[in-house]
Nanobody
Framework: QVQLVESGGGLVQAGGSLRLSCAAS????????MGWFRQAPGKERDIVAA???????YYTDSVKGRFTISRDNAKNTVYLQMNSLKPEDTAVYYC?????????????????????WGQGTQVTVSS
Protein backbone atom coordinates (compact mmCIF):
# COMPACT_ATOMS: atom_id res chain seq x y z
CA GLN A 1 0.00 0.00 0.00
CA VAL A 2 1.43 3.34 -1.10
CA GLN A 3 1.31 6.08 1.50
CA LEU A 4 2.24 9.73 1.17
CA VAL A 5 2.48 12.01 4.18
CA GLU A 6 2.92 15.76 3.74
CA SER A 7 4.24 18.17 6.32
CA GLY A 8 5.52 21.72 6.55
CA GLY A 9 2.48 23.82 5.81
CA GLY A 10 1.43 26.78 7.91
CA LEU A 11 0.75 30.49 8.08
CA VAL A 12 3.36 32.88 6.70
CA GLN A 13 3.45 36.53 5.72
CA ALA A 14 3.79 37.57 2.12
CA GLY A 15 7.42 37.41 1.06
CA GLY A 16 8.17 34.62 3.47
CA SER A 17 9.21 31.02 2.88
CA LEU A 18 8.01 27.52 3.67
CA ARG A 19 9.38 24.08 2.91
CA LEU A 20 6.95 21.26 2.33
CA SER A 21 7.99 17.63 2.68
CA CYS A 22 6.31 14.47 1.45
CA ALA A 23 7.43 11.11 2.78
CA ALA A 24 6.52 8.14 0.59
CA SER A 25 6.33 4.43 1.31
CA UNK A 26 5.04 1.32 -0.38
CA UNK A 27 6.74 1.46 -3.78
CA UNK A 28 10.14 1.89 -5.40
CA UNK A 29 10.13 5.64 -4.91
CA UNK A 30 13.06 6.47 -7.19
CA UNK A 31 11.34 5.13 -10.34
CA UNK A 32 8.29 7.37 -10.16
CA UNK A 33 7.64 11.02 -10.85
CA MET A 34 6.41 12.99 -7.88
CA GLY A 35 4.26 16.06 -8.08
CA TRP A 36 3.05 18.87 -5.88
CA PHE A 37 -0.46 20.17 -6.53
CA ARG A 38 -2.59 22.80 -4.87
CA GLN A 39 -6.25 23.52 -4.53
CA ALA A 40 -7.70 26.81 -3.40
CA PRO A 41 -11.34 27.07 -2.23
CA GLY A 42 -13.72 26.87 -5.17
CA LYS A 43 -10.97 26.07 -7.64
CA GLU A 44 -9.66 22.95 -9.35
CA ARG A 45 -6.60 21.09 -8.19
CA ASP A 46 -3.68 22.27 -10.31
CA ILE A 47 -0.11 21.19 -10.65
CA VAL A 48 2.54 23.33 -9.00
CA ALA A 49 5.70 21.36 -9.75
CA ALA A 50 6.85 17.87 -10.61
CA UNK A 51 10.08 15.92 -10.71
CA UNK A 52 10.66 12.70 -12.55
CA UNK A 53 12.90 9.71 -11.93
CA UNK A 54 15.92 11.39 -13.58
CA UNK A 55 15.54 14.67 -11.71
CA UNK A 56 13.96 16.61 -14.56
CA UNK A 57 11.53 19.18 -13.28
CA TYR A 58 8.43 21.06 -14.32
CA TYR A 59 6.97 24.23 -12.79
CA THR A 60 3.78 26.04 -13.51
CA ASP A 61 4.46 29.56 -14.71
CA SER A 62 3.21 31.33 -11.60
CA VAL A 63 5.84 29.72 -9.34
CA LYS A 64 8.88 29.71 -11.62
CA GLY A 65 11.84 31.37 -9.92
CA ARG A 66 10.16 31.17 -6.50
CA PHE A 67 9.56 27.46 -5.85
CA THR A 68 11.99 24.56 -6.09
CA ILE A 69 11.08 20.90 -6.14
CA SER A 70 13.64 18.29 -5.16
CA ARG A 71 13.79 14.69 -4.10
CA ASP A 72 15.94 12.55 -1.84
CA ASN A 73 15.58 8.97 -3.02
CA ALA A 74 17.53 7.63 -0.04
CA LYS A 75 14.86 9.09 2.24
CA ASN A 76 11.90 8.45 -0.09
CA THR A 77 11.03 12.11 0.29
CA VAL A 78 10.13 14.94 -2.08
CA TYR A 79 10.38 18.59 -1.09
CA LEU A 80 8.90 21.86 -2.23
CA GLN A 81 10.85 24.93 -1.19
CA MET A 82 8.59 27.95 -1.51
CA ASN A 83 10.14 31.41 -1.39
CA SER A 84 8.72 34.89 -1.95
CA LEU A 85 5.28 33.61 -1.10
CA LYS A 86 2.25 35.57 -2.23
CA PRO A 87 -1.34 35.61 -0.92
CA GLU A 88 -2.41 33.90 -4.14
CA ASP A 89 -0.28 30.90 -3.15
CA THR A 90 -2.76 30.18 -0.36
CA ALA A 91 -4.19 26.69 -0.88
CA VAL A 92 -4.12 23.12 0.33
CA TYR A 93 -0.99 21.53 -1.09
CA TYR A 94 -0.94 17.85 -2.02
CA CYS A 95 1.87 15.58 -3.07
CA UNK A 96 1.21 12.69 -5.39
CA UNK A 97 3.04 9.89 -7.15
CA UNK A 98 2.67 9.17 -10.85
CA UNK A 99 0.90 6.02 -11.98
CA UNK A 100 3.74 4.93 -14.31
CA UNK A 101 7.46 4.46 -13.67
CA UNK A 102 10.18 6.22 -15.66
CA UNK A 103 7.91 9.02 -16.85
CA UNK A 104 9.15 11.70 -19.20
CA UNK A 105 9.01 15.36 -18.23
CA UNK A 106 6.23 16.01 -20.72
CA UNK A 107 4.02 13.27 -19.29
CA UNK A 108 4.05 14.32 -15.63
CA UNK A 109 1.90 17.47 -15.70
CA UNK A 110 -1.66 16.18 -15.52
CA UNK A 111 -3.32 15.44 -12.16
CA UNK A 112 -5.20 12.47 -13.66
CA UNK A 113 -1.88 10.69 -14.25
CA UNK A 114 -1.21 10.53 -10.51
CA UNK A 115 -2.81 7.66 -8.64
CA UNK A 116 -1.70 8.07 -5.04
CA TRP A 117 -2.21 11.25 -3.05
CA GLY A 118 -1.33 12.57 0.35
CA GLN A 119 -3.84 14.07 2.73
CA GLY A 120 -2.82 17.65 1.99
CA THR A 121 -1.26 20.42 4.03
CA GLN A 122 -2.65 23.95 4.33
CA VAL A 123 -0.51 26.88 3.25
CA THR A 124 -1.84 30.33 4.11
CA VAL A 125 -0.04 33.49 3.04
CA SER A 126 -1.20 36.69 4.66
CA SER A 127 -0.83 40.08 3.01
Amino acid sequence: QVQLVESGGGLVQAGGSLRLSCAASGRTFSRYAMGWFRQAPGKERDIVAAINWSGSTYYTDSVKGRFTISRDNAKNTVYLQMNSLKPEDTAVYYCATHRSPLTTTQAMRAPYDYNYWGQGTQVTVSS
